[in-house]
C-alpha cells in the first residue's frame, strides 16, 4: 500500500491550496479529487470571486483576508498569471442596514482603508450603479476580483510542481485512522498517511459524519449578462466588484462583478437547500432568475439586456456562517478545512497555509480559534442571548 506523509480530499479551493503549501514545505503529498480540476459540480467555479477588505463578518476576519491578498499576489507572481485584480469593492445598503454598520466598525477597529459614499458620490464615481438617495455605501478600495478557475489552476501546478501528485476522477469512500496513521478507501484502492485533510467541501458531512453540527447546503445560481448600452460603464477599471443589501431580507442581497469579457455578472442569496452534494437540481427556475433580473433592471439599468449565460454553484453554511479550520477530536491526525461557507473563496491561500503549519508544525500563526469545532458544543447560555446569525454575504 501506498505511503504518504499527507493525503488532501477535494481539488477545489481549499484543497489545491493545501496540497500547494504542503508541497512547498516539503511534504511528501497527495491529493485525491472525485472529479476533474475546475469541475462544476462544487463551490470554486464560476469566472469571478469577491475579496472584500472591509469585512462585516466581523474584524477577526481581516488578519486573514490581508495575509490571503499578499500570498494571492505571491502566487501571480510566481505563476506569471493574472489571478487577482484590484477593482474596490463597493459595499452598499438602505440608511438602516446593520451590514454595512458592521463592515464599518470592523474596517475602523482594524484600520482598514475604508470611504464613505453618497448615493450621489456613488452615482459620479462609478456610472454603472444607480443607488437611490439615501443609499448609503462604503468603497473599500484594497479590495478586488479573484479569478477561480485560474487560482485553482495555479496551486494545483504549484503543488505538482513541488513533487505533490494529484489522483484525479478517483472518489474518497472512507477513512480510518489508528495511532500509527490513516488509511484512506477510494474507488482505486487504498492508501496509508501520517495525516489526512479534509477539504471536501459541500461533501465534507459524508466524509466526517461525526461534526457537531449539520452542514447546510445550498444551491445558488449566478448570471452574466449582456449590456443593452453603455457598456464601458461595467469595465473593471470603471466598475468595483460590490454587494448590495437592497433591504428586505437574505432574498433582497445582491452582489456582482464587471466585465471582463463574459458580461458583467450579478447574484442574489436567494439559495434552495439541497440534500446532499451529490443530488442538486441543476436547472434554474424562472423565479429566481426574475429576483436578479428585477435588481439590475432597477439598479444597473444599462446591463439589463439578455442574459448571456448562468451557472448554478454550492454553498455549505455551517450554523454560525464562520469556517471550520481545526483537528478533528480525538482523531489528531485529521484535519478538517471545511466548511468555509459563502465567503470562503479569498482566503483559500491562506487557509492553505494555514492546513500546511497546522500539518507541520502542529499550530497556526494566525488566530484560528474563530474556525474551532469546539465552538459548536453544548455552552451555557451568553449573557444577552444566543448570537445572532449574520446575514449571508460573499
Ligand atoms: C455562487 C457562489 C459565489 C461565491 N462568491 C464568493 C465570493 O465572491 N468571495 C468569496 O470569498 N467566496 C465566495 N464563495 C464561496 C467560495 O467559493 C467557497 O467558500 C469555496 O469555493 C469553497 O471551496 P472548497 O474547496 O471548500 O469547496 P469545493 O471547491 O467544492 O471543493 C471541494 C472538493 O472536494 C471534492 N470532494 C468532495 N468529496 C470527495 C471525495 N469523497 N473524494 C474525492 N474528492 C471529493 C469535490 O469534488 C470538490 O472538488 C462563493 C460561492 C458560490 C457558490
Redesign the pocket.
Known amino acids: 500500500m501506498e505511503r504518504w506523509e499527507a493525503i488532501v480530499?477535494?481539488?477545489?479551493?481549499?484543497?489545491t491550496s493545501a496540497l500547494a503549501h504542503l508541497a512547498r514545505r516539503g511534504v511528501r503529498a497527495l491529493g485525491?479529487?472525485?472529479?476533474s480540476l475546475n469541475?462544476a459540480?462544487?463551490?470554486?467555479h464560476?469566472r469571478?470571486?469577491?475579496?472584500r477588505t472591509v469585512y462585516a463578518e466581523g474584524p477577526q476576519y481581516v488578519p486573514w483576508v490581508l495575509r490571503a491578498r499578499e500570498l494571492w499576489q505571491a502566487l501571480e507572481a510566481e505563476t506569471h498569471r493574472e489571478l487577482f485584480r484590484p477593482t474596490g469593492i463597493l459595499q452598499l445598503g438602505g440608511p438602516s442596514g446593520d451590514q454595512l454598520d458592521r463592515a464599518l466598525a470592523s474596517a475602523r477597529r482594524r484600520r482598514v482603508p475604508h470611504a464613505r459614499l453618497t448615493a450621489a458620490q456613488v452615482r459620479e464615481r462609478f456610472p454603472a450603479f444607480h443607488p437611490a438617495d439615501g443609499t448609503r455605501a462604503v468603497f473599500d478600495p484594497g479590495g478586488g476580483v479573484?479569478f477561480?478557475e485560474r487560482c485553482l489552476a495555479a496551486h494545483a501546478r504549484v503543488a505538482e510542481e513541488r513533487g505533490a501528485r494529484w489522483n484525479f476522477n478517483?472518489?474518497?469512500?472512507a477513512w480510518s485512522a489508528d495511532a500509527d496513521g490513516v488509511t484512506v478507501e477510494?474507488s482505486r484502492g487504498d492508501y496509508r498517511a501520517d495525516q489526512l485533510v479534509i477539504?471536501?467541501?459541500?461533501?465534507v458531512g459524508?466524509?466526517v459524519p461525526s461534526l457537531p453540527f449539520h452542514p447546510l447546503v445550498e444551491r445558488?445560481?449566478?448570471f452574466w449578462f449582456e449590456p443593452r448600452r453603455n457598456e464601458m460603464e461595467f469595465a473593471p477599471e470603471r466598475m468595483p466588484?460590490f454587494t448590495w443589501d437592497a433591504g428586505g431580507g437574505p432574498d433582497r442581497y445582491f452582489?456582482g462583478t464587471p466585465d471582463f469579457g463574459d458580461g458583467p455578472k450579478f447574484?442574489g442569496f436567494s439559495g434552495h437547500p439541497v440534500a446532499s452534494?451529490d443530488r442538486v437540481p441543476r436547472t434554474i427556475a424562472r423565479r429566481e432568475r426574475d429576483g436578479v433580473v428585477r435588481f439590475v433592471r432597477q439598479r444597473f439599468p444599462d446591463a439589463a439586456g439578455p442574459i448571456r449565460s448562468e451557472t448554478t454553484?454550492?454553498?455549505?453554511h455551517t450554523p454560525d456562517r464562520d469556517f471550520v479550520l481545526d483537528r478533528l477530536p480525538g482523531r489528531a491526525r485529521v484535519v478538517v478545512?471545511?466548511?468555509?461557507?459563502?465567503?470562503?473563496?479569498?482566503?483559500?491561500s491562506v487557509i492553505g497555509e494555514a492546513i500546511a503549519e497546522l500539518v507541520v508544525d502542529g499550530r497556526t500563526r494566525l488566530n484560528r480559534r474563530p474556525f474551532s469545532l469546539a465552538r459548536f458544543r453544548p455552552r451555557r447560555a451568553r449573557p444577552g442571548g444566543p448570537r445572532r446569525r449574520p446575514p449571508r454575504a460573499?
Request: net charge positive; glycine share 16%.
Open positions: 480530499v477535494g481539488a477545489g479551493a481549499m484543497g485525491v479529487e472525485q472529479f469541475h459540480h462544487g463551490s470554486s464560476g469571478t470571486r469577491l475579496l479573484l477561480p478517483e472518489r474518497v469512500r477510494t477539504a471536501a467541501g459541500a461533501w459524508h466524509l445558488q445560481s449566478v466588484g452582489y447574484a452534494a454553484c454550492l454553498f455549505t478545512a471545511s466548511p468555509c461557507s459563502g465567503h470562503g473563496f479569498k482566503f483559500a460573499t
